[in-house]
């Protein structure tokens, strides 16, 4: 981010010292392309793909696919699983270690929370960067949802879910009771690999 603000601090000093040495125009793309640089450092570049291929554990049934992509700041999860009983709430979060070995997937870890953060509720802080909301299942026990965060990253950046894991839950979460919002024992996990 440093750079690419420099950078930006160069162009319009030039411009100003030195009459007519480009448009008004192009200097704004010249200074989007900057800022966009330093998005990309920041939180992945646009258009990085991570999936999770999940698996159920030792007696469940749910399994499915988790996309992760970035798009600028947000990056948009789209989840795809079936194999719940029908209308059913699941605790769904992003665990720090992508091992999901262990037949109960405990392999996987604790929420993943680069920050030292407390457990919450994702559309609030102080939350786990890998605090994601509950999973509704339809009348046919199937996730076929897609929603956006802007607390994550794919690629770079301090919150990179590639190398992680995603876990599905029995339980819903209810986004306080520490450190995981008893959301009981863990359905299904797959671990995050960046396309
Ligand atoms: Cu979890």
Avoid at 114 to 128: I, K, L, M, N, T
């Amino acid at each position: 981010m440093g750079r690419s603000t420099i950078r930006v601090a160069l162009l319009a000093a030039g411009c100003a010292a030195l009459a007519g040495c480009q448009t008004m125009r192009d200097t704004a793309d010249s200074v989007g392309t900057a800022v966009s640089n330093g998005w990309d450092k920041l939180w992945g570049s646009s258009g990085n793909v991570a999936v999770a291929e999940v698996k159920p554990t030792q007696g469940s049934t749910v399994s499915g696919k988790v996309e992760f992509k970035q798009s600028g700041s947000v990056v948009r999860v789209s989840v795809d699983l079936t194999g719940f009983a029908p209308g059913s709430g699941h605790g769904f979060h992003v665990h720090e270690r992508g091992d999901c070995s262990a037949p109960d997937a405990m392999s996987a870890g604790g929420h993943f929370n680069p920050e030292g953060a407390a457990h919450g509720s994702f559309d609030h802080p102080p939350h786990h960067a890998g605090d994601l909301p509950n999973l509704k299942a339809d009348d046919k026990g199937q996730v076929h949802t897609t929603f956006e965060v802007t607390y994550l990253s794919v690629g770079s950046g301090g919150s990179d879910v590639a190398g992680r894991s995603v876990v599905v839950h029995r339980d819903a979460d209810d986004y306080k009771s520490q450190p995981a919002g008893n959301s009981g024992p863990r359905l299904a996990c797959g671990v995050i690999v960046e396309k």
